[in-house]
């Protein structure tokens, strides 16, 4: 096996090893706590022909501690990359240890390297010898139960709430050893009210004991903020700047860490003795602003974040404004972590990056010659208007919500189907359902798209329209159902309502196979979808009217198709208030009551013929293009009534396409 000292190949390795290097052993688990002046090449880096960038680093510090395995006793798949970077000319890492996936408690193994590729130190609290459990006993309710228990003050546990809970191997340290635990942390606060209460718990998840708890915050010695950022006015494009609080923003003051902003845009942090030391000596603290966060990060094209600094003496306050002539990465920034938390609030949603798993929007600003948006992983941003329209980067996020819910794209990149067409569309829906504003696009597009439309869906076998054309028959649909509930029961509740009963169905929808489809029953399609949501049974009416405004209640049918007019839903003869057979429609089954042919009625619209009282049959009536039809619905639906059309007829009988009004309880 080749091995490399320096520049030099050997096959003496351990006692070369550990003659160059420094080493010393953790006294409890006996194996190297830390390793100074290894200067040696990994094997991967091939005696340094092969260059340590910050591509490979993780993967190259990882091969050589499984190149020197039998000396450093680190297991590499057990650790998780915390953090790299390149401090002056040294590479630096930092991987967390986990045991079956679970982080163990504050064991780390950090490596650095030098600039050539060399490894120069480890430093290492690695638990080799873990063997537990990794099945809780108890759970994180009984956990924060027994937590609570050692609050004393009424006020303060009435408003105790649990934050940052997580799933630990906990090592504890005795006297005869180190013993591992299965364990809840999580932090229990009341609230800004009460600051002192805030405490952190460490508790067996197997027998429940409280192995370790502490206060989270020390009195003195922190700093706070607040941090904010000029924008672009929301919706235009011409208008003055305004200057927002920036929520969910990382904040690192150096040596003390980070801390992120909260929705005032404050931070807050605890300065670390290091950090006191050196403003002692050079009379300052260094603080870093990233426009990077929990849910959001925007970066420069093809670039790298965005980063501004600060040098402040005073003890306690460090603000920090955003300012730039060209500020879109501020405005994407700023406007992804609004929809973000909408999201969360209006439809209960929180995003998850489908494509890296991270929690973030991810956007690049500033593309160069690119006159347009783009979804995707990161989203991109191009010429100004774009980056500076709300709108816009709304509807790019919500692309990417729904690729995550779908786990790919609706429809896209079939351009001229229905189910690109939901992509589009629902990215404008609830872009506009946020600002509450039909318009979609004003100030960054030529033509603004308009929700408040009259698109109608030509049939399922002619549909041949562009996404963000066809979107507007669909969202139209979306809008109106919105508009309807909005008049019923409010502004906020009606919004809300609509926007829960299309976020489930998207879900639900998602649920089933491809391809997509507006309301076609044989397909699936989210007509019957919003019908099945939950708010959606009770709301059938509504949802109806909709999508009748956008022509959108059609169905296709094919010989001995029964067809459920009310909930959309195709089966074979029975089921159904009727089925289509041999070019004729029966109502001859089980709990089918009868249809009649009203012959060619001219322009009269299905909202608004006749429905006659007698006359119908049970047993066919043929089926021809232009004729119009009442069916009884079925049984169960008593006094409802159908008027159905034929829209479209293959030559052989074989497949009928109907358009349809649903005339509830008349008669
Ligand atoms: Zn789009």
Not at 349 to 370: C, M
Not at 604 to 620: E, K, S
Request: with cysteine; aromatic share 12%; charged share 25%.
């Amino acid at each position: 096996m080749d091995f490399y000292i320096g520049e030099k190949q050997t096959k003496e390795k351990k006692i070369k090893f550990s003659e160059r290097t420094k080493t010393t052993l953790n006294k409890r688990t006996r194996i190297p706590k830390s390793v100074t002046e290894i200067d040696m090449f990994p094997l991967m880096l091939k005696k340094g022909t092969v260059p340590l960038t910050e591509k490979n680093v993780e993967k190259v510090f990882k091969s050589f501690l499984t190149d020197e395995q039998d000396f450093f006793k680190i297991v590499p798949t057990d650790l998780k990359l915390i953090s790299k970077s390149k401090v002056g000319s040294k590479w630096l890492a930092k991987f967390q240890q986990v045991y079956q996936g679970i982080p163990v408690h504050k064991s780390t193994v950090g490596l650095t390297a030098t600039e050539d590729g060399k490894m120069d130190s480890i430093s290492s609290n690695f638990h080799p010898r873990i063997d537990v459990p990794t099945k809780p006993k108890i759970n994180l309710t009984n956990a924060a139960q027994i937590a609570k228990e050692t609050f004393k003050e009424p006020d303060v546990i009435r408003n105790l709430k649990m934050e940052d809970d997580i799933k630990i191997i906990f090592p504890s340290v005795t006297s005869k050893g180190v013993t591992y635990h299965l364990a809840w942390k999580f932090l229990l606060t009341a609230g800004r009210a009460y600051p002192e209460s805030e405490m952190y718990f460490i508790i067996d998840a197997i027998d429940g004991t409280i192995l370790l708890s502490y206060a989270a915050r020390f009195p003195g010695a922190r700093i706070s903020g607040h941090v904010r950022g000029e924008i672009y006015d929301v919706d235009e494009v011409a208008t003055p700047e305004t200057v927002r609080a920036l929520q969910n923003e990382q904040v690192r003051v150096q040596w003390s860490g980070r801390a992120q902003t909260d929705d005032d845009g404050r931070y807050s942090l605890q300065l670390s003795f290091l950090s006191r030391l050196i403003k002692f000596f050079t009379g300052s603290y260094r603080v870093r602003f990233v426009l990077e966060g929990s849910y959001a990060r925007v970066e420069e094209f093809n670039g790298p974040r965005f980063i501004e600094r600060e040098r402040f003496s005073n003890r306690t306050n460090c603000d920090h404004t955003w300012r730039d002539a060209d500020r879109d990465h501020i405005n994407v920034f700023y406007h992804m972590n609004l929809f973000r938390d909408w999201l969360k609030s209006q439809v209960g949603y929180s995003w998850i990056n489908g494509w890296d798993g991270s929690r973030q929007f991810k956007a690049e600003v500033n593309r160069p010659g690119f006159n347009n948006a783009m979804s995707g992983n990161p989203m991109n941003f191009g010429t100004d208007p774009w980056a500076r329209s709300s709108d816009i980067i709304y509807h790019e996020c919500m692309h990417n919500v729904l690729f995550a819910i779908y786990g790919d794209w609706i429809g896209w990149p079939v351009d001229d189907e229905e189910g690109y067409s939901m992509d589009e569309g629902f990215a404008d829906y609830f872009a506009c359902s946020f600002t509450g504003d039909s318009s979609f696009g004003e100030g960054a597009m030529a033509v603004a798209r308009n929700l408040d439309n009259n698109q109608n869906y030509p049939s399922k076998n002619t549909y041949n329209i562009e996404g963000h054309t066809g979107g507007q028959i669909i969202a139209g649909a979306a809008w109106d159902l919105r508009e309807i509930l909005i008049a019923r029961f409010g502004a906020a509740n009606g919004a809300r309502l609509a926007d829960n009963m299309l976020f489930d169905a998207h879900q639900m929808l998602a649920n089933q196979a491809q391809d997509y489809y507006f309301s076609d029953p044989q397909e699936s399609n989210l007509l019957t979808c919003l019908y099945n949501t939950d708010d959606g049974r009770s709301h059938i009416q509504e949802i109806r009217a909709a999508f009748w405004n956008h022509n959108l209640l059609q169905a296709v049918l094919f010989d001995r198709d029964s067809y459920d007019f009310s909930a959309n839903v195709v089966s074979e003869f029975t089921g159904g208030d009727l089925y289509y057979y041999q070019g004729k429609f029966w109502a001859n089954n089980p709990q089918q009551r009868g249809v009649i042919d009203l012959g060619d009625v001219g322009a009269t619209t299905l909202d608004a013929v006749n429905i006659p009282n007698t006359g119908y049959t049970r047993f066919g009536v043929d089926a021809v293009a232009g004729h119009t039809y009442v069916s009884m619905a079925q049984e169960g639906e008593d006094a409802s009534y159908i008027a159905f059309r034929v829209t479209e007829m293959s030559g052989d009988s074989s497949e009928v396409t109907v358009e349809y009004f649903y005339h509830a309880k008349v008669g």
